[in-house]
């Protein structure tokens, strides 16, 4: 769950936290070395993030007073306030293991759905919340823990400047922005494995091979801000949301703290930790007891407190884990790829696969070092994450198929085969790949039930569309079936309309036409014309707001312009001041401003920025809504008003 009582330093306390890394490292060196390290043993475990969501699907800002509800050691904080986190128990693998993890994870999201209810807020499993907004995404929404403030502070001024997410999908994004609180866009279920000193850099290869086709195959992050991205935007998202690298480190190349990796690995647990303090900077220090050398010289195992803090600051999608349980201690590989939901179900399918294929392949395949080159490893989750199951795959002996055609030919079965093999109940096993094959044949994963519902809905704003997608994924998490089974969510219900009208970022129109300042009139005026618009915004070289044009404007300098005049500008005749609102505006403000003011349209500016424009036309729909709804409450009958 993560150290919370951490600070950050000045230099000197950099290099006394620094060498107590060293000593946890050359302790867990000596500990593989000797037998220290807990073998001959499986134990599974997971990791469930969730988001909190009011009554209209909106991130719910309420986890620190949630927590307080629960008093549940179980569940902690995340970095945003709308994010909550929970700690599974870990299992011996065999047996009902998998279906009691399925059952901690339904009495887990019961407890937080209850304690979410007394605060107004339910409980969502997605890897990203379609209605996340721009707004959710300030410091004001970080939840007040030292730790998030003082790895905010460090990282951003790594970085010496802000941060660019650019990732290109069916849509692109393009966000700049001055902290890492887009990481908190995130939830993912994160599954242990444990595994011995011994057998690390196998098993760890392994990993790193299936990966891939298990994401391809559980993808839930296809939406962000509104845009249609990858399969599993997560992966892209959270690499670039806390990407220090100066602008001299990434034209050399520099590793990203967020990482796949980039090579397999070779000697023990030890050569990824001595990799990792190589490439980067140690942000965090905490108060740190005895060293640990010392204390394994007492015969204690140690914590390895500055070791797992540091860990937990590079982000390793299979992370190496150290821990110690009823004094013993133990290594796990932490796979963080898998997003959370579509559903509980889903997510234990999920879970079942990772694990069968790691113990089904440590028997058949061995170093997957020897078969395949490391770059077809790295490419495949990229290529996971971006496609999902229809991603293109080069696998062992060189060959290449889909994802969906290597899972169903021959993943499947071995997993299977591994679950069976490692004593995995067989009502268990044949529950969970079932459910993976079937998702598997109708290609229905939760990143395409989100992206067909949207295509299939006619009605709506991108607001109301939004919310109705996350209100009928948490009925359809309720539900507890998996997502093949899901219909598709249909129109957003028509009295749900009002919700998604209360600002001006609900109702404004984010894709402009705008023009330039020195462009000829005549130009704007075919816009104008082809595009059935009375209004375009004027912006300058560096994308800054300068003006407006209105039809009205155009008629006059028509009306006054001589057939041997020289074609005039639109710097001459547009409205050099023109009357602006922000994306929170409320509508009513707006609407009452544009009276005031005697204007047709409201550009919508962050700063100097233009972002969006709200006219007229806009209103008048939302007038003509509402003389909809009032009929109707009147008459009992669905009279169709069009405004205007």
């Not at 009306?559 to 994306?583: F, H, L, Q, W, Y």
């Not at 209103?619 to 008459?635: D, H, N, P």
């Amino acid at each position: 769950m993560g150290e919370q009582n951490v600070e950050q330093m000045d230099s000197a306390e950099l290099r006394r936290f620094t060498r107590r890394v060293l000593d946890d490292l050359a302790a867990l060196e000596r500990m593989c070395a000797e037998g220290l390290i807990e073998t001959g043993i499986r134990r599974i475990g997971a990791e469930q993030e969730m988001f909190l969501v009011d009554q209209a699907g909106r991130p719910a800002p309420v986890a620190t007073a949630m927590l307080d509800t629960l008093s549940d050691d179980r569940f902690t904080t995340e970095l945003g306030k709308f994010n909550l986190e929970a700690n599974m128990a870990p299992h011996v693998f065999g047996g009902p293991c998998l279906r009691k993890l399925e059952s901690e994870l339904r009495e887990i999201n019961l407890t937080a759905r209850t304690a979410a209810k007394k605060h107004d807020a339910e409980i969502v499993l997605t890897g990203i919340l379609p209605t996340l907004e721009t707004k959710h995404l300030s410091l004001d929404f970080m939840t007040p823990v030292p730790r998030y403030y003082a790895l905010n502070n460090t990282l951003v001024g790594m970085r010496g400047g802000t941060f660019t997410t650019a990732i290109k999908g069916m849509d692109e994004l393009s966000y700049e922005h001055d902290n890492i609180m887009l990481e908190a866009c995130n939830t993912s279920f994160q599954v242990h494995f444990q595994v011995g000193s011994e057998e690390f850099a196998k098993l760890y290869n392994l990993a790193q091979l299936v990966t891939a086709p298990v994401l391809a195959g559980a993808v839930n992050s296809s939406l962000l801000l509104g845009k249609r991205l990858w399969h599993e935007t997560r992966i892209a998202l959270f690499q670039q949301s806390v990407d220090v690298r100066n602008k001299a480190q990434q034209q050399r190349g520099h590793r990203t703290r967020v990482r796949f990796g980039e090579r397999w690995l070779r000697g023990g647990v030890e050569e990824l930790f001595r990799e990792d303090l190589s490439r980067f900077r140690i942000v965090l220090s905490t108060e740190l007891g005895e060293p640990s050398t010392d204390l394994l010289d007492r015969g204690v195992l140690p914590p390895l407190t500055a070791l797992c803090l540091f860990n937990g600051t590079v982000y390793r999608w299979n992370r190496p884990c150290y821990g110690v349980k009823d004094g013993v201690a133990h290594l796990r590989i932490e796979n963080r790829v898998l997003p959370s939901g579509p559903s509980v179900v889903d997510e234990a399918a999920n879970a079942a696969l990772f694990f069968g294929l790691m113990a089904a392949l440590a028997d058949d395949l061995g170093d997957p070092a020897e078969s395949m080159p490391f770059d077809y490893a790295r490419n495949n989750f990229v290529a996971a994450a971006r496609y999902g199951l229809d991603a293109q795959f080069h696998w062992t002996g060189d060959r290449m198929m889909t994802a969906q055609k290597l899972l169903l030919d021959e993943l499947l079965p071995l997993a299977r085969r591994g679950l069976t093999n490692a004593g995995i109940d067989a009502a268990d096993v044949d529950r969970y790949m079932d459910v993976l094959e079937a998702r598997t044949k109708a290609r229905r994963t939760g990143a395409r039930w989100m992206l067909e519902s949207l295509d299939a809905m006619d009605t709506g704003s991108s607001d109301q569309r939004m919310r109705h997608l996350v209100n009928t994924l948490h009925r359809q998490q309720l539900a507890g079936k998996p997502v093949h089974s899901w219909a598709l969510a249909g129109e957003p219900e028509a009295g749900d309309w009002i919700e998604s009208c209360r600002v001006v970022r609900q109702v404004m129109t984010r894709e402009l036409f705008t023009i330039h300042p020195e462009d000829v009139i005549d130009l704007a005026a075919s816009m104008m014309e082809w595009e059935h618009i009375r209004h375009v915004p004027v912006e300058n070289d560096e994308g800054k707001l300068v003006g407006v044009l209105s039809h009205r404007a155009l008629l006059r300098a028509f009306a006054r312009r001589k057939a041997d005049d020289a074609p005039p500008a639109v710097r001459d005749v547009m409205n050099t001041e023109p009357v602006t609102v922000t994306a929170d505006t409320s509508t009513v403000d707006a609407i009452t401003l544009m009276r005031q003011r005697r204007v047709g349209c409201l550009p919508v500016v962050d700063g100097e920025t233009l972002i969006g424009i709200v006219t007229e036309r806009d209103f008048m729909k939302i007038a003509g809504r509402m003389l909809e709804e009032s009929l109707r409450a009147s008459t009992g009958e669905h009279p169709k008003v069009e405004p205007g």
